[in-house]
């Protein structure tokens, strides 16, 4: 019965999500602000439907009720609960109601935060967000059903991909969603502004802390994510710009940008046409990472459907969605005059290159991702597009743009002097140089790209703490001076550095675990030593154990430093039944100075095993400043003025419209 209720209340979201459609943009038109109101009233009845039919699948799930197909297919009753509990999105059906249900969330929060936004705005806002559930739920209920019965009941479940058992991979999709789906929003009020064909300060103030939110979780969920295949995938790496990973890398590198255009929007009433266009290909491109994921045109341990049905009818959704939206671009954008002229070398400048540059390097990472599956499609022909291609093009794009990121935000608004802003930089250029020196005695005739990413991590991290120190006048003044200043310094800014401090970090881990890895490959037997930079790795043979829900081998590495026993590592490859697979579980253990990574492979014919041994400089650095970017933009959205909106103007009693609440 739990099915079928969970299935009632998907239908009647779809009925809601039809009015939602429909009745707030007449009301918007009329200037009705009872049928907006009624608009809102159906947003948030919308997320308590889609919420208890979500509630009612999770509920199947922890009871293994093995009648339902999805359950069945991707549970087990052995399966360790919290794995019970996100084998609910573990798979396309499930992950396709969880996508539904945050953008129910969204929409319902604009309609009960929006109370400082325009009536008009609000009703077309969500109705827009009514438009984007309304074929999600289509696919949904016709061609993805989550609660379709099976018969006869199956004794137990095939059970979760084994490599998606894991706690990352249980958090990792559903912060990932509130990225992609929280980007919706902004579309939604990019399309609002195209139809009432206004586009101010007021918007962009508006528009900015959703964008902030969404941002900030997929900046989460990304990092989730590599963190996970780091530990969990067992070949030492962070990323493989796999087509996948790129799919949610795009959006998060054009969801950057719109967060710097808007806020040139917000400050300078200009650049307005460019982010709306910004705002509608984030989410497009949203929409474009479901449609890879969905589709079945590619095999990946990140991808969820293989039902060409489906991909197409995504597929057309996503053509309809983008082109309708560009299409109403095409013809409102015109409209949208901006003013606020600005000066080659001023802030808004900056943040133009910095919009350019981001695009350049969505377009790379598009072109890499997508020319294999046109190849493919055209000619049959089969090519891999992997790492050298992205490190020979993105690397110079974004070079720059951290470059860029150092300078743009000390310098001033309309017009800027270059040479006063590099004077009061000298320290940071001094700092710069030194470690690029020092960078450059330990990698003698090493890698380049060592140096250059220290330079780089360096610059922007310095660049940041001068630009904070200069704001708050540190060492200008009293120490209560100085308090009050940092005290009454915007959070918005506040944010902003911490951000780019964290993109400098994330610079420094990547550039000194690459650079200076130690890693060694080959085969050991029993009381075997081997030699990882300053470590020694001394194999103690392997044991059988057992887990939850798999058998294991399990290996024995003792780490020596010097002649002292620092810690014991144990590996393990693992055996699951349901579905049978076998994968491999990485011992790390965490130093200050870097990680020690211990990987069991297969057993040889002569008994040895194959092992991978690495020791990873600062690799931690690499989640501390993924860490650091998703704060500073929660730091942001505790800004005062995200709080209280944007001014409008009062209405007085006798010039409100009829109907009007």
Excluded at 299 to 321: C, E, K, M, Q
Excluded at 395 to 420: H, N
Excluded at 493 to 519: D, M, Q, R
Aim: proline share 5%; glycine share 10%; hydrophobic share 50%.
């Amino acid at each position: 019965m739990t099915a079928e209720i969970g299935q009632f209340c998907m239908i009647l979201a779809l009925l809601v999500a039809l009015f939602q459609v429909i009745i707030p943009q007449i009301g918007a038109f009329k200037k009705d602000y009872n049928l907006i109101l009624f608009g809102k009233y159906a947003a948030i009845v919308q997320l308590i439907l889609i919420l208890f039919a979500f509630l009612c699948l999770t509920h199947l799930y922890v009871t293994s009720d093995f009648s339902v197909l999805n359950v069945w297919q991707n549970s087990h009753s052995q399966k360790p609960l919290l794995y019970k509990i996100s084998g609910v999105w573990g798979n396309h059906e499930g992950s396709l109601l969880l996508w539904v249900l945050i953008l129910a969330i969204f929409g319902a929060a604009v309609a009960a935060f929006g109370k400082s936004l325009p009536p008009s705005l609000v009703g077309r806002v969500i109705s827009i967000q009514a438009a984007i559930g309304f074929g999600f739920l289509i696919l949904l209920i016709f061609l993805s059903n989550p609660f379709a019965r099976i018969s006869p009941t199956p004794i137990d479940g095939n059970g979760l991909n084994p490599l998606l058992q894991d706690p990352g991979l249980a958090f990792h999709p559903p912060f990932l969603y509130l990225g992609y789906v929280g980007f919706s929003i902004a579309f939604s009020f990019a399309i609002a502004a195209l139809i009432e064909g206004k586009v101010d300060a007021a918007w962009a103030r508006w528009v900015r802390p959703w964008t902030l939110a969404a941002w900030s979780f997929l900046t989460i969920g990304i990092s989730l994510g590599s963190w996970w295949a780091y530990y969990e995938l067992g070949w030492g790496g962070w990323w493989f710009w796999d087509p996948v990973e790129n799919a949610s890398f795009m959006p998060w590198l054009i969801g950057t940008a719109l967060l710097h255009s808007a806020i040139v929007v917000e400050k300078r009433d200009t650049l307005k046409s460019w982010t709306i266009l910004l705002a509608i290909l984030t989410f497009s491109f949203s929409l474009l990472g479901t449609f890879i994921v969905r589709s079945g045109i590619l095999n990946s341990v990140h991808s969820f459907a293989s039902d060409p049905g489906r991909g197409v009818f995504i597929l057309g959704f996503l053509i309809l969605t983008i082109g309708g939206s560009l299409a109403l671009y095409t013809w409102r954008a015109p409209s949208l005059k901006g003013g606020g002229l600005f000066s080659p070398i001023s802030r808004e400048a900056s943040l133009v290159i910095n919009n350019l540059l981001l695009m350049s390097a969505t377009a790379t990472v598009l072109l890499g991702t997508l020319y294999p599956l046109i190849l493919d499609a055209i000619s049959g022909e089969k090519v891999s597009v992997g790492p050298p291609y992205y490190l020979a093009t993105f690397i110079p794009i974004m070079t720059p743009l951290v470059i860029v990121m150092g300078i743009g935000p000390m310098l001033a608004w309309k017009r800027a002097d270059l040479s006063g802003v590099l004077t009061r930089l000298w320290l940071c250029i001094v700092v710069t140089v030194f470690a690029a020196l020092i960078t450059m005695f330990f990698t003698y005739r090493g890698p380049i790209l060592a140096v250059l990413g220290m330079i780089l991590s360096v610059w922007l991290i310095t660049g940041a703490l001068a630009d904070f120190i200069e704001k708050i006048k540190l060492f200008k003044g009293s120490i209560n001076d100085t308090y009050k200043r940092f005290v009454n310094y915007p959070r918005s800014a506040i944010g902003g550095t911490v951000a780019h401090a964290g993109v400098g970090v994330l610079i420094f881990g990547i550039t000194l675990s690459s650079s200076f890895e130690v890693e060694k490959i080959q085969s050991v037997k029993t009381g075997d030593n081997v030699k990882v930079g300053d470590y020694i790795f001394k194999f103690k043979g392997t044991e059988n154990v057992k887990g939850p829900n798999y058998n294991a081998v399990r290996g024995n590495f003792d780490v020596y430093l010097g002649e002292d026993l620092i810690l014991n590592m144990q590996p393990e490859n693992r055996s699951f039944k349901n579905p049978e697979m076998v994968t491999t579980e990485a011992a790390i253990y965490p130093r200050k100075l870097g990680d020690l990574y211990a990987v069991l492979g297969e057993k040889n014919p002569d008994n040895s095993f194959s092992a991978r041994l690495y020791y990873k400089p600062m690799i931690n650095c690499l989640w501390i400043g993924c860490l650091m970017m998703s704060l500073g933009g929660f730091i942001s959205l505790t800004d005062r003025k995200y709080r209280i909106g944007a001014p409008r103007k009062k209405i007085i009693e006798k010039d409100k419209p009829q109907g009007a609440v």
